[in-house]
């Protein structure tokens, strides 16, 4: 029997006002998954633009580089790349007497960095694949209007590989999403790590964890019906004609 009066009685917890305090109030639950969902996508998103052109290159050492990093960081599951750099790092002396060790001993910088560095090697391979799709005509029509190789692929390549990559990019987000779970194994709260402490406290896993995974829910389908809404927008050139 599930108790209803445990889900309501939390549920402020899951949107980061525990102990009394409003609501959305704190860097807990909610607010911290968006935190860490919003900051890796756009980091993943600036680093991959780059590293997409990078992968596409005919130099073969640009090329394998960006492909070692791409493959390992897809190889590998986040939740070992989030152990490594937390745990794994401060184990190096060098590590702990370097400027960086002020960002890499904070839980949050070490979860935001693993899933940036994760999404950008999804991110990456996305958007060289539809680099590779571009359509030969409009490159041939560049070419005509006289542009230059970067100009080119401003204006023409890299707007068209990031309309097309929406599709693809839209289960990147979700699956994100889904990812940021695991923020809670490394001392962070959020919606996860707030079930696991409700749980923790009350010895009743089922209603905290069906709450969080409602919550998880919910988001996808705002995340996937937004995408929606960019497709019918921006790739409406692609849909078949209607007769």
Known sequence: MIDANLI??????????????????????????????????????????????????KNRLVAGTVWLYTYVFRGTPMLVQLFIIYYGLSQFEAVRESWTWEYLQEAYFCALLAFTLNTAAYTTEIIAGQIRNTHWGEIEAAKAMGMSKWLMMRRIVIPAALRRALPAYSNEVVMMLQGTSIAGLVTLADVTGVARRIYSDTYMPFEPFLTAGLIYLAFTFLFVWLFKLAEKRWLAYLAPRKH
Not at 14 to 28: A, K
């Open 8 to 57: 309501i009685d939390n549920f402020p917890s899951f949107l980061g006002g525990g102990n009394g305090e409003p609501v959305l109030s704190t860097g807990d639950g909610l607010i911290l998954t968006l935190e860490l969902l919003f900051f890796s996508l756009l980091g993943g998103l600036l680093l991959s633009i780059p590293l997409g052109l990078m992968r596409v290159s």
